[in-house]
Structures are given as structure tokens and as C-alpha cells.
């Protein structure tokens, strides 16, 4: 790539190739874990997902009600439930300058990957991360958002974790859940599937992240629009 930004370049290979490198992995009857990618694949990944924080205050936020205004509030508190990097993390605190984040995730070397770009961030003192399974998630403090990505979170994990996340919500607040697009032809369909096994996560359709979310007690229950090739996005909000 002459006159090129190498290091974007190497970002976007890297991106690319973490989820083959799985698919091959698992084509062969290896499982390769996702903390099992290099460095490179793993911060790649965490920087394509910070996007979403301004496609979120684009495209949803004015859908839901006053959560702008909590966000906008001193005090706003985010839950980012597998932060891997912690880029979405830090992407949120960045679009809403009062906002404090919450990351949690059980994987070592994502973790201290998220610390290392907490600290070069410039809202290093409004984000932290911890080691802690959603399964067994609690705190008391509240949270007016919650983010959980349904790919990367294992099906026990995330069908546990949810009622508990609805519970550390505070009144009005809201959670989104991240998952597949379905109902496209059947190749579609399976790669869908299989790029969310090879993450060790959940195949969430549409109908099914409805049905969790109502199940954790949450209402105003819909799904989202999102652009081709972005994820499916499924909202609910906790009764005030």
C-alpha cells in the first residue's frame, strides 16, 4: 500500500484474519480459545466494536426516552459486560464526558490489554475493568446503561448474567444486547453461527434476545436497526 497508513493496514489484516484463524481451528477439530489471538487481533477487534459508542448516540439514543439526559448527567454509570479491550469502553466515555464505565470480562490478557489503553486514554479516571464472570455479576451502586455482546458471552454465562444485570440497572435504565442477524439465506445463516461459536458465544436471533430480555423483567422490548454488517441490536428497560 505506497504512501498507505501501515499500521491501519496491519489493524485491518489482523481483524480479518482472527475470525478465519478460528474457522480454520475449528474445521480442523482444534478449539483455539479467542484470548488464544494475538495481541494485534485482539486490539483490531476492540477497535472496530468502539464504533458502535457514536453509532449508539446516533441512531438509539434518541429512541430511549431520557437515558440521553441521565448520560448527560454527573454520576452516569455504564456496565460493559465482556469489554475484552475495553475500547467500547472507552469510546462511551469519550462521546459522553460524564459518564463512568464499568468493564468486566474473565479473560487475563484481554484484560490487561483494556488496562494498557485505559491509561493512554484521555478518560482513564472515568473507566475501570475488573475480572469478573457476568454469571455471578452484582453491585449496588446502579447503572443507567448496560452493553452485553451475546457472541462473545457463553450461553450459561449470558442466560444467567442477565437477570442479574436488569437488577444492578437503576430504575429507567437500559440494557443492549449485541447478537447474530438471522433470516438471510442459509449460507448466511451458518456463517453467522459459526463466527459465533468460534468466539464461544451465543447464537442469538432477533426473537430469542426479545425473549431474554423480557424474561430478565425488562420492558419497552424491540429491536434496533443497525447497518449492513454492523450486529443485531435488541433494547429493554428497566420499569422505573
Known amino acids: 500500500m505506497p504512501g498507505g497508513d501501515t499500521t491501519t493496514a496491519k489493524q485491518i489484516a489482523s481483524q480479518a484474519a482472527a475470525p478465519l484463524h478460528q474457522a480454520a481451528a475449528l474445521a480442523s477439530g482444534r478449539v483455539v480459545s479467542w484470548t488464544a489471538q494475538s495481541d494485534e487481533a485482539l486490539l483490531a477487534q476492540g477497535k472496530a466494536s468502539a464504533i458502535g459508542a457514536r453509532a449508539f448516540a446516533e441512531r438509539f439514543l434518541p429512541a430511549m426516552g431520557d437515558l440521553a439526559s441521565r448520560l448527560a448527567a454527573p454520576g452516569a454509570r455504564m456496565l460493559d459486560a465482556g469489554t475484552g479491550v475495553a475500547a467500547l469502553a472507552i469510546a462511551f466515555a469519550q462521546v459522553f464526558p460524564q459518564l463512568h464505565v464499568l468493564g468486566i470480562d474473565v479473560l487475563d490478557r484481554p484484560l ?49 448474567g442477565l437477570p442479574r444485570i436488569a437488577a444492578a440497572l437503576r430504575p429507567g435504565g437500559w440494557v443492549f444486547v449485541a447478537h447474530g442477524k438471522f433470516g438471510g439465506t442459509p449460507a448466511e445463516d451458518a456463517l453467522t453461527r459459526l463466527k459465533t461459536l468460534v468466539y464461544g458465544g451465543t447464537p442469538l436471533d432477533e426473537a430469542e434476545a426479545s425473549g431474554q430480555l423480557r424474561g430478565a423483567g425488562l420492558t419497552s422490548v424491540r429491536p434496533v436497526p443497525t447497518p449492513e454488517g454492523a450486529p443485531g441490536i435488541t433494547i429493554g428497560q428497566k420499569p422505573a
Open 112 to 160: 490487561e490489554l483494556a488496562r494498557q489503553n485505559i491509561a493512554a486514554s484521555d478518560v482513564a479516571a472515568r473507566v475501570t475493568v475488573r475480572k469478573q464472570d457476568v454469571a455471578g455479576f452484582a453491585d449496588d451502586t446502579g447503572f443507567d446503561l448496560a452493553y452485553l455482546p451475546a457472541p462473545f458471552v457463553p450461553r450459561p454465562a449470558l442466560q444467567a
